[in-house]
Nanobody, 116 residues
Framework: QVQLVESGGGSVQAGGSLRLSCAASGIIFGIYFMGWYRQAPGKQRELVATITSGGTTNYADSVKGRFTISRDNAKTTAFLQMNSLKPEDTAVYYC??????????WGQGTQVTVSS
């Protein structure tokens, strides 16, 4: 059974930091592209960051310079380090595993709330 389990969300003050984790099982982790997406209330789900199987990263302009995506293939876990958090970062954050053209896998989401 494929599972992606996010953890590390919570409530922080603006300017603070959080580190999200995505523990994967049931897939050959090292051949999947991993990603983080987020969805704020009333808004569309948007891409935050991706990392290829080879370690190449891509970021949304809104988080570039503040967030860092990484992966530990031995632990089959992806991470999202979030620094200098802003209230507009408040959203449910979802982990994603992709190996096109197959249908991607999604985690259950973890809430991140940033107060001013």
């Amino acid at each position: 059974q494929v599972q992606l389990v996010e953890s590390g969300g919570g409530s922080v003050q603006a300017g603070g930091s959080l580190r999200l984790s995505c523990a994967a099982s049931g897939i050959i982790f090292g051949i999947y592209f991993m990603g983080w997406y987020r969805q704020a209330p009333g808004k569309q789900r948007e891409l935050v960051a991706t990392i290829t199987s080879g370690g190449t990263t891509n970021y949304a302009d809104s988080v570039k310079g503040r967030f860092t995506i990484s992966r530990d293939n031995a632990k089959t876990t992806a991470f999202l380090q979030m620094n200098s958090l802003k209230p507009e970062d408040t959203a449910v954050y979802y982990c994603n595993a992709q190996r096109p053209p197959a249908i991607p896998f999604w985690g259950q989401g973890t809430q991140v709330t940033v107060s001013s």
